[in-house]
């Protein structure tokens, strides 16, 4: 993966791992890679003149810096040093960095950060193409020099990160759709790239289970990860191709190539729009099996939505994104209860399962920097201080989430998920915390609802612990992400591993296939919402398990839908055993369920 070749009319080719399927078109939107951790958003056009201000505060904040560095410098330094502070002073002075990252601000509505590191990818490349060998090392000067005035900018108070919602680059950019290309992208940039009208992803690295993958597949965008160097190839403003069928990436096509490209999306459009007509067609099997399609939501707006796709509830709100973006701050209980209510009322009626936060691993709060929690996150972050044990290892805070959960539940239908449940104690310890949040409401007269308690399937341990859990809890869901993850010893963002995270591994299977039968053996609840749920791949072998509530990302639920309808789970579950005792489930599951598919519709 990863490679590419060049084209004589200055079009050229970059392959990497398809992960998410469709055409996309449009001009290219670079984030430059830094060692400094950078926000990137869109700000509001009432704020630009802050940015630029913001922009030159930390410039001079650093002209001062090194002024005094070189004021107080001892009289036997080296004179080398001196000349070195006085050629980061006048970098920092150039207007082609300070003067240039402006327009980034103005024109692309760039916040500061963002700008500055946009520029400086583009002088970066300049002085890669210098011919003299000492005015190319001087590149490095740039970059140090940048970097000290993003630690600034990074530290600035003034930074104006809540009041850029609901802009996007629509407002600015003209009809041009636009395309993102990255080396990576943090989560906490794809929190803010939901809300924007990016078209496709490329990234240089991931695989297909990586953050960037699962969240670009949820938003239903084209998408190509491990592109390797596809950030420093492709330019600012390139015309761009994302074909994620095929995990190729065309950059300035020519007319011929992006006509039948566009074609291409016509028709994908069109298959859309046929989709789209079963949004209230019940979700019913051939045989009469009624199957619960719910949505994956971030945000209370994404109910909306989820109602709009035809989902019958909400199989998993995601609650850590109202503790993200914060610089710390964590909401309180008002706030989470105003946004769990938002939701709910949204829903009018239909179930909502609300998931406790779940941070760390690929998802850290910025509070999380005392220095163990640093060094363990290099280490390992999935095996460490995240979910269900960091809400116990900080109970004031998950004391209040439960309580503005519990008192959305007055206004509807309201379920609650506990993540990363794999010890007997934590279900202990979970079930007294609520009895006292119900205390403390009580107290304090605060209405609330009967909320059904929930824990999520993630790793082996809670599997084979099942039996025990389901004493405490009333319903299971999987997570079959991290069911993979935990089960095979797989980093799904490690690119040398990647081609070993296998959702059709046996083993994962059997856990799969073994839960939800003791599930619906013991009368209790079970669903999948993790990727499998919204793979059309794996919805006959779920439906053959037993399971009969998926729930993902609303814009997957049609064509999961169209599976269900063309479905009898009789013919299905006659050929469970053979999948799951195969050691190629994946081609035993094609050729016995497409029969099994054949004979149901063909009524033989």
Sequence with gaps: MGRHWYIPDMSFQVFGIPVSRGVAIGRAVLIASSRVDVAHYFVDPDGLDLEVERLRHARDVVVQELEQLQHDLPADAPTELDALLDVHLMLLRDEALTGATKQWIFERHYNAEWALSAQLEVLARQFDEMEDEYLRERKTDLEQVVERVLRVLGRDPTSPLATHNGVTPRDFAGEDPLLLVAA???????????RSVFQGFVTDIGGKTSHTAIVARSMDIPAVVGAREASRLIRQDDWVIVDGDAGTVIVNPSPIILEEYRFRQRQSELERARLSRLRHT??????????????????????????????????????????????????????????????VEAMNGLPVTIRTVDVGADKPLDRLTAAELRHEHVLNPALGLRAIRWCLAEPSMFRKQLRAIYRASAFGKVRLLIPMVAQLSEARQIEDILRKVREQLDEAGRPYGKVEIGAMIEGPAAALILSGLLRSFDFVSIVTNDLILYTLAI???????????????PAVLQLIAQTIAQTNAAGKGVGVCGEMAGDPAFTDLLLAIGLRNFSMHPSQIA?????????????????????????????TALQSFSRSALRAVSGH
């Design 491 to 505: 980093d799904r963002a490690a690119e040398a591993v990647a081609h070993l995270y296998d959702p059709w591994h």
């Design 184 to 194: 990576d992208i943090a989560p906490a940039d794809m929190i803010q790239f939901k």
């Design 559 to 587: 064509a999961i839908k169209q599976r269900i309808l063309r479905a009898d789970t009789r013919f299905l579950s006659a050929k469970l055993n053979l999948v799951l005792e195969s050691e190629d489930p994946q081609k």
């Design 282 to 343: 019940p979700a019913v099997t051939l045989d009469g099996q009624k199957v619960e399609l719910l949505a994956n939501i971030e945000l209370p707006a994404d109910a909306l939505n989820a109602v709009a796709a035809g989902a019958v509830g909400v199989g998993l709100f995601r609650s850590e994104f109202l503790f993200m973006n914060r610089d710390g701050d964590l909401p309180d209980e008002e706030e989470q209860f105003e946004a769990y209510r938002a939701a």
